[in-house]
């Protein structure tokens, strides 16, 4: 493998080097290529450039890997919790007992959010889509937390804001949800863990305390894992760009949270559902939406399918489609949409035009069937994603500030617009 590559363009040569990564990907940095050529790199959508060096996680497409800190994604969700995992991504190693009982602590202590909070949920129309309100809110933690918000923020700093977003966006998100239904807002409890208490947070109610079944605990522990990182997508890249240019934690990850809510990013799970539903009401004729999703001149894609870096099979889809099995097998519910959802895959992935293009069920296909079997409404599934993405958000957001390699993200453009035209003063205007 060369050491450098060259590049000749008019007449100027520049030897470019070759990073190699632990893992053997290979790179070319052409960071000196405008300064020495003049020319720069056009690739729309950034399917070809790497935008930072991070030792987070790793995903190989084409195997269907997927590691965070070099552990394999099915040994996190066979073995850890969520908020170990929090740890190992932000830490970049998993805690001893002592380190993981001082984490969950933490987050008990934070879980609480400024009283003056509470008045957004008052404020917002009871039709607000939660993932509006989500991103308002952790905003806004930047102004009842301002102690915490500063240019040059000590690890300690980081690590306090870090355990106050990943406990208290637990809370605001079923305070949200309380306040959408009318009811009254349930406290979070110092003796349940982080899973537990956000459901009960969620489903308990004055005249109905929530009963805690361990296997909708785990289903949702492992959601919340597979979610939690997954190197530079949209919104992880959001994080990074809008920190760049040094602004708070709380602010970088708003931005992220509005980049995940389109539905060819995190809102694909509720899009997955509103599809299936769709299909299931015209009377689940499955060959008219996959001639559909393959019809240039139809608008209409097969939600829940495809991913710009896996082209063989997503391994967070393989483990939730097996969870959505185990736990409606244990809940004892039948949900036409799991049946519904499996006949699609099964002809989509014989169709000619979903193998030619390696189209497969991604991480949001099957999602949604256990969070309708949990009772999540619809239009939270979004926020869900974005509960179980906070940790890989914050770690890369800590990876780049405190990386003195780091500059403020500004990518160029290829101009297409007039050339130079004078001024036409508004009275000589046709
Ligand atoms: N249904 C039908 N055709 C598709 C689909 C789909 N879901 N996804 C891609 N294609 C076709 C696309 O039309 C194109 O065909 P052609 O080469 O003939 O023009 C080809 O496959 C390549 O697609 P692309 O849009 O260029 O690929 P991309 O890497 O830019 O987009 C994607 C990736 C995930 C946005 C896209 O596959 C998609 O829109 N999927 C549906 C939305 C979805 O499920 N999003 C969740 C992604 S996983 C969660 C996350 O990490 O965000």
């Keep these: ?23 053997n990907e290979k790179a070319i940095d052409i960071s000196k290529l405008r300064s020495t050529t003049g020319y720069i790199t056009l690739d729309p959508g950034f399917g070809n450039t790497g935008s930072c060096q991070s030792a987070i996680t790793y995903l ?9 800190r070099g552990i394999p994604i099915e ?15 932000i830490y970049g190693r998993l805690p001893n007992s002592k380190e993981l009982d001082a984490f969950s602590t933490a987050f008990n202590e934070h879980s609480m959010i400024h009283e003056d909070m509470k008045n957004f949920f008052n404020m917002y129309p009871s039709s607000t889509h939660p993932m509006a309100g989500l991103s308002a809110m952790v905003c806004s933690m930047s102004a009842y937390y301002p102690e915490l918000i500063k240019e040059d923020p000590t690890e300690e700093e980081i690590n306090r804001i870090a355990v106050q977003l990943l406990s208290k966006v637990r809370t605001i998100c079923a305070f949200s949800y309380k306040k959408s239904i009318g009811d009254p807002l349930v406290d979070p409890r110092h003796d349940l863990r982080y899973v537990p208490n956000f459901l009960n947070m969620m489903f308990s109610s004055p005249t ?43 602010a970088s990850i708003s931005a992220g949270i509005c980049a995940l809510w389109g539905p060819l990013h995190g809102g694909a799970n509720q899009a997955v559902i509103e599809m299936l539903e769709m299909i299931q009401k015209d009377g689940g004729n499955v060959a008219k939406y996959i001639a559909k999703a393959k ?30 099995d185990d736990l409606l097998k244990k809940l004892g519910i039948r949900d036409p949409l799991l049946d519904l959802a499996k006949r699609m895959e099964e002809v989509a992935l014989k169709d000619e035009y979903f193998i030619s293009r390696k189209l497969y069920p991604n ?48 990518p160029f453009q290829i101009y297409t617009g007039p050339t130079k035209h004078d001024y036409v003063p508004i009275e000589q205007r046709s």
């Design 363 to 410: 991480v949001d296909f099957y999602s949604g069937i256990i969070y309708r079997a949990i009772g999540i409404p619809l239009n939270m599934f979004p926020v869900m994603f974005a509960i179980g993405r906070m940790p890989g958000w914050i770690a890369h957001w800590k990876e780049m500030i405190e990386d003195p390699a780091t500059k403020i993200g500004r």
């Design 60 to 68: 190989d497409g084409d195997k269907g890997i997927l590691r965070y």
């Design 1 to 23: 493998m060369p050491e450098t590559v060259q590049i000749r363009l008019d007449g100027k040569v520049l030897e470019c080097p070759v990073i190699v990564s632990t893992e």
């Design 295 to 324: 019809d240039k001149n139809d608008p209409f894609r097969l939600m829940g399918f495809g991913h710009r870096v896996y082209k063989n099979f997503d391994p967070r889809a393989k483990i939730i489609k097996q969870c959505a």
């Design 208 to 250: 109905k305390p929530y009963k805690i079944i361990n296997e909708v605990v785990r289903a949702l522990e492992v959601l919340l894992i597979l979610h939690a990182d997954h190197e530079q997508n949209c919104s992880t890249s959001t994080v990074r760009l809008v920190g760049s240019s040094h602004a708070n934690l709380y």
């Design 75 to 89: 040994q996190l969700a066979e073995q850890s919790t969520f908020v170990e995992t929090c740890y190992l991504l």
